[in-house]
């Protein structure tokens, strides 16, 4: 089973750490730098990602504007915001509704996030069996 991450953020430094952070905990990382290409990569492989990364604040589409686009296409993808900017212009952004990274930040600790939101899929696989 693959196990596809979109990073999509307008950082290419920030792309770079989480494709060495993801590649080297046997994730494939597939990186945007837009909204607009992390979406059409997004419709054109829908069966094979399983977590989306999106910075909250980005040039030309917010993060919130593209999770709700994400969705529409498929409802259960599972997101984690990552952003630089102060607590609470994140929260207004996003409403709480997603779990979200605080940049900078190290590679340990998006991973730990990134088997967190996974395992749930798990789990619910386990107790439904």
């Known amino acids: 089973m693959s196990k596809t991450i979109l990073v999509i953020d307008d950082d290419i430094d ?23 290409a992390g979406l059409a990569y997004f419709e054109d492989n ?6 989306v990364i999106i910075d909250v604040l980005m040039p030309g589409m917010m993060g919130p504007e ?4 994400l969705r529409s296409l498929q409802p259960k993808i ?9 607590l609470e212009i994140i929260d207004s952004a996003t409403q709480g509704a997603f779990p979200l990274l605080h940049k900078p930040l190290n ?8 088997r967190e939101i996974l395992a749930e899929d798990s789990q619910l696989i386990s107790m439904a069996a």
């Open 78 to 86: 599972k997101v984690l915001f990552a952003s630089a900017y102060a």
């Open 107 to 114: 590679t340990m600790q998006v991973i730990e996030k990134v």
């Open 46 to 51: 829908l069966a094979t990602i399983k977590l």
């Open 14 to 36: 920030f792309l770079r750490l989480m494709k060495h952070a993801l590649e080297r905990h046997e994730y494939e990382a597939e990186l945007k730098s837009c909204a607009q």
């Open 66 to 69: 593209l999770v709700n686009r």
